[in-house]
């Protein structure tokens, strides 16, 4: 357990510690730091999925199906149901394993053979495999890697008709948009109109999906999935390779405990920053000595995670360190990282999994160590941290 220090956390995210759970800015959104209120507000029938683009999806005309992380209510909770399936812990066990660790070894290969590489690569490549394995995009053209790194860049700019760089970027993402789908999309749906398969295509097109809704659901799960996934690989090992106390331990735990920690490192350093909702009601908030706070309708509430997640009331004492023992009150041992309610991530037994796997076999390397840090940047449409950079060494195979 390593107590020693204040305060854990690699990512400076800039954000004030402390203050009230629940408070009203002067724009008028609600930020919530209490973890009661964020689940309250999370689990409420009475709102909906706000931020990550959402106000541009709403545009789409009407007969066009929204990917499942903008719809709410019964038909989001139906869907949700239907794929269940597909990120159940034993579902994982059972059909994702082998790909999770078949990936790792290669990419720990050719780390080897290298002698030096950099973990957002190596991590990159192991999160597209398995994504693309619970999505079905296993037809691709060579090049998906690249394809998505264009999609996902380092820096967005802001699309508009005003400016050159404006025009460039409404170009690029229709070139980012178009590439993926006759490159990887469509060679998919191809192969699964011609015979269905176990995987989240197949059971799109059962559910009458074109192909256009279906490359939507695929972009949305890419970047839950593979570009999320592709940060905590990193942070992790950035934690494990400068805490010694917490890689012996690391290394001595059966796979449980190694969870353990790995959630721990979740809940202390979160992926997504930020998770917004608007409300379709009156919503009444917790806030402190069993108080609450009315949201009216129609406003936005702003979970900030990073300050949920280390809420005393529900992570105990130290919230700010590492400590996978800690006794929970209420409380998720990743605390708010993957949501909860309607939308909570349902990929986050898959993403823990493979984190895992990779680490276990990458720490298992005699002599392995770290020798570039991570520059750490953010992306401020999720609040989301990015670590590029970071150099991991070994013995040339």
């Keep these: 357990m390593s107590t020693d220090v204040t305060n854990a956390r690699k990512i400076d995210r800039g954000e004030a510690a402390g203050g009230c759970p629940v408070s009203r800015g002067s724009d008028g959104v609600w930020t919530v730091r209490g973890y009661a209120a964020a689940r309250t507000a999370l689990r409420s029938t009475d709102t909906v999925q706000a931020g990550l683009g959402v ?25 949700r149901r239907q794929t269940a399936k597909y990120f159940t812990p034993r579902r994982v066990d059972e059909s994702y394993r082998e790909v999770m660790e078949r990936v790792a070894d290669a990419q720990l290969a050719e780390l080897r053979s290298a002698g030096q590489a950099q973990l957002s690569d190596l991590s990159f490549n192991l999160a597209i495999e398995v994504a693309c394995a619970v999505i079905g995009l296993t037809d691709s053209r060579p090049g998906l890697k690249h394809r998505l790194e264009r999609f996902f860049p380092e820096e967005f700019g802001e699309p508009g008709f005003t400016s050159l760089n404006g025009l460039y ?26 015979k269905r398969r176990d995987d989240l295509i197949s059971h799109l097109l059962d559910e009458g999906c074109s192909s256009a809704e279906i490359l939507g659901e695929c972009i949305t799960f890419a970047a839950a999935g593979m570009v999320t996934t592709r940060e905590f690989v990193n942070l992790a090992a950035w934690h494990l390779f400068t805490d010694s106390e917490l890689l012996d331990r690391y290394r001595a735990a059966d796979e449980t405990e190694r969870l353990a920690i790995l959630h721990e490192l979740m809940r202390l350093e979160p992926v997504v920053g930020h998770l ?70 349902p990929g986050a037994h898959i993403a823990i999994q493979e984190t895992d796997i990779f680490l276990n076999k990458l720490f298992a390397v005699p002599d392995v160590r770290m020798e570039a840090a991570p520059r750490v940047s953010f992306n401020d449409a999720i609040g989301g941290y990015e670590l590029r950079g970071m150099v991991v060494a070994v013995p040339k195979s």
């Design 55 to 79: 106000e541009t999806v709403e545009k789409m005309p009407g007969k066009i199906r929204r990917p499942v992380l903008y719809r709410d209510g019964p038909e989001h909770r139906e869907h």
């Design 169 to 194: 970027w409404i170009w690029r993402q229709a070139t980012n948009w178009s590439g993926i789908y006759f490159n990887d999309v469509r060679p998919a749906v191809r192969a699964r109109r011609e």
């Design 276 to 345: 917004k909702r608007r409300t379709t009601a009156p919503v009444e908030l917790p806030t402190e000595d069993e108080e609450t706070v009315t949201v009216p309708t129609g406003e936005i509430i702003d979970i900030q995670v990073s300050a949920t997640n280390t809420d005393p009331r529900a992570m105990g004492e130290q919230p700010l360190a590492v400590c996978p023992a800690r006794s929970l009150n209420d409380a998720s041992p990743a605390g708010m990282s993957f949501g909860d309610g309607a939308h909570k991530c």
